[in-house]
T-cell receptor, first 113, second 110 residues
Framework: DVKVTQSSRYLVKRTGEKVFLECVQDMDHENMFWYRQDPGLGLRLIYFSYDVKMKEKGDIPEGYSVSREKKERFSLILESASTNQTSMYLC????????????FGDGTRLSIL | QKEVEQDPGPLSVPEGAIVSLNCTYSNSAFQYFMWYRQYSRKGPELLMYTYSSGNKEDGRFTAQVDKSSKYISLFIRDSQPSDSATYLCAIPGTGNQFYFGTGTSLTVIP
């Protein structure tokens, strides 16, 4: 089974802090994604990566950056956390050839105080 | 217009009922259709994946695609309390872009 592991289930940070969310997948997938999920808004794509050191902006990249130094690991960085970034963050991965399904981690519920 | 629209619910049904969950999509070029199930405080998990028009069955679950109407449905027969979850439709677009519905929350009452 594909396993996508997110480093923290719950995280509480303060406004202005730099926040790192980590995601690791064990299936050698080329593609990795970061979404945020908010009630009534569904899943919104922040960034995705189709290869090591490659990244593409999604629909809502402002205030975020990403890093993919190794194939299995994709990090989401909140440069200066703000309260409107309080959300559920979901990481996903998929094999290289579309349109293969994405496999999700269990999410990090991030609260910015 | 959004690429994918989903009935928001919430939906509450008695145990044993047949459940119908629905999405519409805007681009007739879409060819693949997926349904994810998301339990509370968990990530979405793939439930059904279909390519063509018509029906695809997997146990108590049936995914139905009507490309002429750009309408997709998920039916759950003999619904169980363990089916209580949020269901999201998902459609791969161009490249690696996926379009997700906003999800329908389902509660099956024992």
């Amino acid at each position: 089974d594909v396993k996508v592991t997110q480093s923290s289930r719950y995280l509480v940070k303060r406004t202005g802090e730099k926040v790192f969310l980590e995601c690791v997948q064990d299936m050698d997938h080329e593609n990795m994604f970061w979404y945020r999920q908010d009630p009534g808004l569904g899943l919104r794509l922040i960034y995705f990566s189709y290869d090591v050191k490659m990244k593409e902006k999604g629909d809502i990249p402002e205030g975020y950056s990403v890093s993919r130094e190794k194939k299995e690991r994709f990090s989401l960085i909140l440069e200066s956390a703000s309260t409107n970034q309080t959300s559920m963050y979901l990481c996903a991965s998929s094999p290289g050839a579309p349109p293969k399904p994405q496999h999700f981690g269990d999410g990090t519920r991030l609260s910015i105080l | 217009q959004k690429e994918v629209e989903q009935d928001p619910g919430p939906l509450s049904v008695p145990e044993g009922a047949i459940v119908s969950l629905n999405c519409t999509y805007s681009n007739s070029a879409f060819q693949y259709f997926m349904w994810y199930r998301q339990y509370s405080r968990k990530g979405p998990e793939l439930l059904m994946y279909t390519y063509s028009s018509g029906n695809k069955e997997d146990g108590r679950f049936t995914a139905q695609v009507d490309k002429s109407s750009k309408y997709i449905s998920l039916f759950i027969r003999d619904s169980q309390p363990s089916d209580s979850a949020t269901y999201l439709c998902a459609i791969p677009g161009t490249g690696n872009q996926f379009y997700f519905g906003t999800g329908t929350s389902l509660t099956v009452i024992p």
